[in-house]
Nanobody, 119 residues
Framework: QVQLVESGGGLVQAGGSLRLSCEAS????????MGWFRQAPGKEREFVAG????????VYADSVKGRFTISRDNSMNTVYLQMPGLKPEDTAVYYC????????????WGQGTQFTVSS
């Protein structure tokens, strides 16, 4: 099993910045990629960004492309999401997730970290 712990949520004003962190533990050798998802109030969970732990290749949702940056520190089994220029519509619970070599998608999830962007 893989355990994930997110941190970095809180309250920020529109235009401000936050950095989320997600540290993985347990069977980290099984992780192929890590990603961030978010779920806004009354909406379904959506993909935000993902990164391959081997190649470093990244992928972003159109809604955050050019604004958010996902990065990783393999030595610390940690992935980050740098979010400058925050907008009220970025308000959500953000979840970290991992995809294993043996899976066809994200198969481990963190508990989520909430942040609110005030206008």
């Amino acid at each position: 099993q893989v355990q994930l712990v997110e941190s970095g949520g809180g309250l920020v004003q529109a235009g401000g910045s936050l950095r989320l962190s997600c540290e993985a533990s347990g069977r980290t050798f099984s992780i192929y990629s890590m990603g961030w998802f978010r779920q806004a109030p009354g909406k379904e969970r959506e993909f935000v960004a993902g990164i391959s732990l081997t190649s470093g290749n990244t992928v972003y949702a159109d809604s955050v492309k050019g604004r958010f940056t996902i990065s990783r520190d393999n030595s610390m089994n940690t992935v980050y999401l740098q979010m400058p220029g925050l907008k009220p519509e970025d308000t959500a619970v953000y979840y970290c997730a991992t995809a294993s070599y043996s899976s066809s998608g994200y198969d481990h999830w963190g508990q989520g970290t909430q942040f609110t962007v005030s206008s």
